[in-house]
């Protein structure tokens, strides 16, 4: 029976003589449909966008975890406390002092010879032209009396009679500007900028924590110059009471203000022994 059909239905189909032609047709439709899907041809201008491979992992991708910098720990002026060093005789014998009525003990109790002292009570900042210093050679200006001193160290100690009327500011650039005024004229010195002093408690002329202020600004505003030639000593903390803050009483002239004249000693030694940590030495003669 099938073969039967079959043969039937081909004589059928090519007895009429469209059927092949019709045949063809339908196969080549059937060819390009197939290969351009479903016959939508695609735009010369499409960019087929195919998504990235993804990344490789590591296979531990827990986060990893940096130590972020660290600044160096502020150096602490009180382990100079209590040093002899062996170098002080030598940088006595060229230090020079400029300063107010607490500087000016250095020359009054025998510690610096009148020759290298640069200091006079009530002196500030803002009134430091009106005073004239004899070192020898008759009056002169601050700048002119540090030459003529001939010293390669000076000691600037100038701050408590500027609290009043400045700010940690204006003190600080005050006290670099006549740093560098004293090293354009003796361009082979080393300057120490040391800071103000601390007061007892009960004091009334000012509060530690506003001399602390004036002194963070200053010591901030030296060591940023990173100037082998200037340096920054913090007075204040050798003389000052580690539990409070306040000025020791056993450096205390007893106006709770001015420094007995142990202090002094106290003071120049630690300041050698500081400068015994930095390159300072080779600079001098």
Request: charged share 20%.
């Amino acid at each position: 029976m099938l073969s039967k059909f079959i043969s039937g239905f081909f004589r059928h189909f090519f007895s009429v003589p469209l059927m092949p032609a019709l045949a063809v047709i339908c196969s080549l439709t059937m060819v390009v449909i197939t290969s351009d899907g479903c016959g939508v041809s695609e735009s010369p201008r499409a960019v087929r966008v195919t998504a990235p491979a993804k990344e490789q992992l590591p296979e531990n991708d827990e986060p990893v975890l940096t130590e972020a910098p660290t600044e160096p720990e502020p150096l602490d002026y009180r382990q100079f406390i209590g040093q002899v060093p062996e170098n002080s005789g030598f940088y006595q014998d060229r230090l020079a002092i400029i300063g107010d009525s607490i500087a000016y003990g250095f020359n009054a109790y025998g510690f610096i010879p009148s020759t290298r002292n640069i200091a006079k009570e009530s002196l500030a900042l803002w009134n430091l032209d009106e005073y004239t210093f004899d070192v020898g050679e008759g009056e002169m200006s601050v700048i002119d009396a540090a030459v003529h001193s001939g010293a390669q160290l000076v000691l600037i100690s100038i701050g408590i009679n500027d609290i009043p009327g400045s700010d940690p500011d204006k003190y600080s650039a005050d006290m670099l500007g006549l740093a560098y005024q004293v090293l354009d004229a003796m361009p082979e010195a080393t300057v120490i900028i040391g800071s103000v002093t601390p007061v007892s408690d009960d004091n009334e002329y000012t509060s530690n924590d506003t001399i602390n202020a004036f002194n963070s600004r200053l010591r901030e505003s030296v060591e940023s110059e990173k100037n082998d030639r200037l340096l920054f000593f913090d007075t204040n903390a050798v003389l000052s009471d580690p539990e409070t803050g306040a000025l020791s009483e056993t450096y205390s002239a007893g106006d709770g203000l001015h420094i007995a004249k142990y202090s002094y000693e106290t003071i120049l030694y630690a300041m050698y022994a500081y400068l015994d940590t930095t390159d300072v030495i080779k600079h001098l003669k």
